[in-house]
């Protein structure tokens, strides 16, 4: 017999057992892509909403006063935003002798996701100065 002989390449069955590994492991492969792909965008909306609730977060005591009261409204086509602001007293000294009134702030900015509603919510204390009686 002679090397020419000996060489003949692969056979049928090996050439399909070599196609099917290959097909499993793409498909997994793929599988585990299109995961990452999906998370990275599921954590880009969570940073984004987290973004747009501090922006809200900081404007609230500066440019929207510390009313007790509820608002809401949409930041975008995809985000909308809910505040809560209510009068915080627990543990804290009189209001008289400080001159300072605490506010409990909330908000909660919320976006459709694909499955479910999801939502970011920060919460803080804010103080702001009471008006005396003498208008200081």
Known sequence: MSAADR???FSLLEVLVAFAILSV????????FANGLRNAGISDDYT???????SILA????EVP???GERS????EQFSWRSV???YSEGLPDVEKTRVRAYRVEVEVSWAGLMQTRSVRLETLKLAPV??????
């Open 131 to 136: 008006a005396t009686v003498d208008g200081r």
């Open 73 to 76: 409204g949409p930041v975008n």
């Open 48 to 54: 984004r909403a987290t973004l747009y609730a501090e």
């Open 25 to 32: 492991s793409l498909g997994v492969l793929l599988q585990v």
């Open 85 to 87: 602001i209510s009068t």
């Open 66 to 68: 510390l009313v007790d």
């Open 59 to 62: 404007a609230i005591g500066t």
């Open 7 to 9: 060489q003949r390449g």
